[in-house]
């Protein structure tokens, strides 16, 4: 038996259980979509955005890349954005990445990985701002405080994007949050304060990397 045909097994036993529990659940879930959460994370699958926030299918419209890398070039990510803010009216964007994300890491130590490396060139230009203050964490945690650092300037590129900035400009009520997720105790925690449409986003930004900064440093 192979392991897709396990895979289907296993997708007839869940659905099963799923319309015990709830026998209108799927003929609900298709007739609309309606989500509060849009998640931008990264494609480790070790990182399941609907599972680790405790939700169901159809409460969160998600969107994945490598290093959860936000950048406005990026169609694919930009799509889906605005998709999320225009069309879904999602009160929620969550922006979440990882520790010991892999895409970071091979940013920090160099490493050549073909294509991939031209997908990362923002986390390096990102290692190269904050060169100074990368220099003052110790070795073992610079890969951590990196995944920290990338939250927080992923989170701040995705408010500049012209979707968040034209629906603040609307008076919409999404708010932008910055998450980073522990692959070793399964916990979240908040790396920038949730954004609005109040906040000044530069401040936060950088009370942010002050915070991740003495974090690391004892600084």
Known sequence: MSLVHDLLQNNRQWAAALKLEA??????LSKQQKPLFFWIGCCDSRVPANQIIGLMPGEVFVHRNIANIVNSADINCMSALQY???????????????????GVQAAVHGEGHGII??????IKAILTRHEAMLAQAPAERL????CEINVIEQTYELCRTKVIREAWQR????????????????????VIPEVDRTVDVET????????????YTGG
């Not at 026998?23 to 609900?28: A, I, N, R, S, W």
């Not at 890969?143 to 990196?146: A, T």
């Open 23 to 28: 026998p209108d659940f799927f003929l609900k």
């Open 204 to 215: 936060v930004y950088q009370a942010a990397l002050t915070a991740v900064t003495q974090k």
């Open 84 to 102: 999320a803010v225009d069309v879904l009216q999602v009160r929620h964007v969550i922006l979440c990445g990882h520790f010991g994300c892999g």
């Open 117 to 122: 490396d031209y997908w990362i060139w923002d």
């Open 143 to 146: 890969v951590d405080l990196m």
């Open 171 to 190: 008076g919409q009520p999404v708010r932008v949050h910055g998450w980073i997720y522990g692959i070793h105790d399964g916990l979240l925690q908040e």
